[in-house]
């Protein structure tokens, strides 16, 4: 017998009249006198393990009938076609060696949503947030294998910062010794210095928005997955974006087809996701908008219920190209054909979910930045560094940033964004 399998292998691959020894952790438990089942979890899924008295020392019987939920318990006995058993099998248990007690499990049927957060260390080990964790580290994985398949360097930017990238209202200010600095909202005008080197660049990071309302959309700790690219314009930027996305999901597709399942998502819906996505300018988003009836003038961005509006009925995601240059950050390029716009796209997620990534063509003149800058009243003095890169010898370049949490919400079709990360931090919380 050869060292412990997992209960995937197992009912994989069962192994006959072979004995067998898992561990894992007590899913749940029913016993009748002389026989217990106990369904055993481990990570990668559920097997009925069955403890029948007499096949097995009575102390580890005992083990077995006291055994409570979350316990952790090793256990070697051989594997029984059932199909009354998850997975179509049981394990026999010939012994059952309990490893860590657990007092009584906190989280039952029919918590409160607040219980459930308090006890999120916990919570995460159920099944759909096992699933939701695996889904995305598919995502990541895809992202990682595509990103590397097409030349991307990944760099490691900073996380304390002297600069605001997304503007002042939702930064997270802290002392850093004597001097002020913030928490990171992008890693992008890092990303941006560092293309200069390798040309094609990302970055895997956390970043920090002090984001006040509370929505189903924003987290306060978010990760971001941001891309930097030199001699690329807006429209080689989304094609980017389309590949890259699509990667990302038709990772998942190979991968998590049973965790897909389990969530209630139809893996067909996901299979659809390939390029080319919808484009569409803003100009033209604000008739349609109006034409449903909505009430929002040309220069208004688009908000969560807008975008719900126009991505319902949608099966793939759709890009928003050229908002107006008061929307969007002072980063973005000027479009020459129509100056009242930038050079930019967000992606939104179809089904309603809305945004998923911001990009743009970056500003390459000087000039142009530092007015804009100054018309949003921000001292350009902890720019000059940034303002260098445009100075020392400039070219077009374009990146975008991906909200990781707000992609894994759309492909797992969560309701709420916080369960899209283990530990959320939200304005309301940031326990445990
Ligand atoms: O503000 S963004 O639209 N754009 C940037 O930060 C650029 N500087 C990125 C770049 O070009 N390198 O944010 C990008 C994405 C956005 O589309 C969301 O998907 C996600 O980051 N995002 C968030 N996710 C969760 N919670 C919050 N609060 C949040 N804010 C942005």
Same mark, same amino acid.
């Given at each position: 017998m050869a060292g412990f399998s997992h209960v995937r292998d197992l009912l994989e691959n069962p192994p006959g009249e072979e004995e067998v020894q898992v561990r894992g952790w007590v899913y749940r438990t029913r016993s009748s006198g002389k026989i217990v089942f106990a369904v055993l979890r481990d990570s990668t899924g559920i097997v009925q393990v069955t403890i029948k008295k007499g096949n097995l020392p009575d102390p580890e019987f005992e083990q077995a009938v006291g055994a409570t939920i979350e316990s952790s318990v090793e256990v070697r006995g051989t594997v029984h076609k059932d199909d009354r058993a998850p997975g179509g099998y049981e394990l026999r248990a010939k012994s059952f060696i309990l490893i860590g007690p657990a007092p009584p499990f906190p989280i039952t049927e029919y918590q409160s949503e607040e219980l459930l957060l308090d006890n999120r260390h916990l919570w995460i080990r159920s099944r759909e947030q096992t699933a939701v964790m695996k889904v995305k580290a598919s995502l990541l994985m895809g992202a990682r294998n595509w990103l590397d398949e097409n030349g991307f360097f990944e760099v490691t930017p900073p996380i304390f910062t002297q600069n605001a990238c997304e503007g002042g209202v939702t930064l997270f200010k802290l002392k850093y010794f004597d001097r002020e600095a913030y928490l990171s909202q992008s890693a992008q005008m890092y990303l941006e210095a560092i293309m200069f080197s390798l040309e094609r660049v990302y970055a895997l990071t956390p970043s920090f928005r002090a984001e006040k309302s509370r929505t189903t959309r924003h987290l306060t700790e978010f990760w971001h997955l941001e891309l930097e690219e030199a001699w690329v314009d807006n429209i080689g930027n989304m094609k980017i974006q389309e590949e890259l996305v699509s990667a990302m999901v038709q990772e998942v597709v190979r991968d998590r087809k049973e965790e897909i399942a389990l969530l209630g998502r139809d893996i067909e819906q996901l299979k659809a996701?390939?390029?080319p996505f919808k484009r569409v300018t803003y100009s033209h988003m604000i008739e349609r908008l109006q034409g449903k009836g909505i009430d929002i003038a040309w220069g208004c961005d688009l908000g969560a219920a807008e975008e719900r509006a126009v991505t319902q009925e949608e099966t793939i995601p759709t890009f928003v190209t050229n908002f107006p240059i008061e929307c969007k950050a002072f980063y973005m390029k000027q479009d020459p054909d129509d100056p009242r716009t930038v050079k930019c796209a967000d992606l939104l997620a179809p +089904? %309603?979910? %809305? +945004?998923i990534i911001g990009g743009s063509e970056r500003e390459t003149d000087i000039d142009i930045i530092m007015a804009r800058l100054a018309e949003q009243q921000v001292p350009v003095d902890a720019y000059q560094w940034y303002l260098d890169l445009r100075r020392y010898g400039s070219v077009p370049h374009s990146g975008f940033g991906l909200g990781v949490e707000r992609v894994l919400r759309w492909v797992c079709k969560l309701e709420h964004i916080r369960d899209a990360v283990p530990f959320p931090r939200t304005v309301a919380r940031a326990y445990p």
């Open positions: 996701i390939v390029p +089904e %309603g979910y %809305g +945004e």
